[in-house]
């Protein structure tokens, strides 16, 4: 199995529906209030995309994708806000997040806003999945100790047709390669890279 990269255009000019512009208004007051109490609760390893631009892409990659391999989840989901965009784009969706703190909160901003997505406490990696990182790596994915989150719910990350990752610097490529060994065939990788980059993966048979 191989990646191949599927180029990705979209006009993120377009107006936000009514319903992700008010979850993203809330965001963006969760996220002020969370960093100007940031030395009460410090987390080092949480940095927010550019969600409305997400939002632009996540509608287009949606529209590549088979309309039977279009369950969500997203590595590393902090407060939930691109898996709660994703529900509201009409997706099963999940987001996996280690910090017990940001699991509360995205859950009580899913509540909120009434959308039915699911944040799972745990390891975004599946098992085994850190073996393929070179062994003086520091990768932040690597630091998690907490184990696999796919374990508690009885499935696997080949169960997702849509993976979204907001990779540290340096970290892209290790997740690439976790997601062409362990995502379904014909999966999609969505991949925050900074300020109005985005990149789109897609796992297809063959060398």
């Not at 969760?30 to 631009?53: G, T």
């Not at 965009?85 to 703190?101: D, K, T």
């Amino acid at each position: 199995m191989r990646l191949t990269e599927i180029p990705l255009q979209f006009d993120d000019s377009q107006e936000l529906p009514s319903e992700v512009a008010t979850l993203l208004s809330d965001a963006d007051a969760l996220l002020q209030r969370f960093w100007d109490d940031w030395y009460k609760q410090p987390i080092e390893q949480y940095v927010a995309c550019d969600f409305p631009y997400v939002w632009h892409a996540l509608k287009a990659t949606i529209a590549m994708q088979d309309s039977n391999q279009r369950s969500f989840i997203e590595w590393g989901c902090g407060f939930g806000v691109v898996t709660a965009m994703a529900w509201l784009a009409g997706l099963p969706a999940v987001g996996i997040e280690a910090e017990p703190f940001l699991v509360e909160e995205a859950d009580k901003l899913l509540k909120r806003h009434a959308i039915k997505a699911e944040i799972w406490h745990g390891n975004f990696l599946p098992r085994g999945a850190e073996t393929i990182a070179d062994c003086q790596s520091d990768y932040a994915s690597l630091f998690h100790r907490v184990p696999p989150a796919y374990l508690s719910h009885d499935c696997e990350l080949s169960d997702f047709g849509i993976v979204f990752a907001y990779p540290w610097p340096g970290e892209d490529h290790f997740l690439r390669e976790v997601f062409r060994r362990y995502a379904a065939e014909n999966a999609l990788l969505l991949m925050f890279r900074g300020p109005y980059q985005i990149e789109l993966f897609r796992k297809v048979g063959g060398r």
